[in-house]
């Protein structure tokens, strides 16, 4: 068995390849666009030839790898690695991805997870929540999810999608349907994506908003004209960081109640906002929260390496 990991991190619209020695340490990566066109099996095959030029760059074969870990933003059956469904992908489904790859690279350790899985684990090793014995990473994005450490074990659940509580429902029979085929959870109502919705259906009913101005039309609107129109004073903005506060507030105390986590670390590029958007937040958690005990909101800190890095620790941790 070989001394080096590889890392595989796939997005919607990128997939990163990092490959570490047997200290952990990045010693090569690549980048390459994602392709939602492509069915399963050409998306995987292309996984397969990144990772050999990969390895051909730094004059390696596959014997030189222990393992590859692979994070995607999919429901996953964890012990088969069987993709359910991929977000953004939405080609990558019931998809047997472990087997396929085991059949192209024979006696190749593999492991698949899902991202916010993947990050979790990177960040309590590596980043923002090292030290911590238990602790939620929280991406605030397109989507909402969490990854669950519980005494420095990532917790998946029985079949592999532990942490999807962006899909607990907030309001049952009110508001937008989401993506997980649900009307009113968390998700829609203060997502990066679903919010942009609320804003084009508060347009469509009247309202007036400099963020059309800005961004020419309302179907252009996004989250960088809706943080523009923000710091412009614009009421429609606020009304819509309001409603996103007042969700995610909720949501972590939720959360919070649930596990009794004290550490949650904040990932995705709603962080961005910064304190515009998590002072609110926080606010609204603590007009929750009945206790004294600390409660830390961290911000992440692996920026966009933490994907290759949990992934890779799927093998490091899979092979102790
Ligand atoms: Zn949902």
Redesign the pocket.
Known sequence: MGAYVMGIDVGGTKIACGLFDEKKTLVAQRRCPSDPALPPEAFFDGLIREVHTLLDEQSLDLDALRGIGLGMPSFILFEQGHIVKTSNLVNIRDFPAKTYLTERLPGMPIVLDNDAHVAALAENRFGAGRGFKNMLYCPISTGIATGIIINGKLFRGTYGWAGET??MIATPGEGLV?????QG????WCSGSMIIKHIQSWIAQGAKTLMTDLAGDAAKIDCFYLEMAYDRGDPLAQRALDQMARYLGLWFFNLYMTFNIDCFVLGGGLLKMGEKLLDPVRRIFDSYNRNEKPVYFKPAELEDRFGIIGAAELIFEDSL
């Open positions: 962006g899909h989401c993506g997980c085929g649900n959870c968390f998700m829609s």
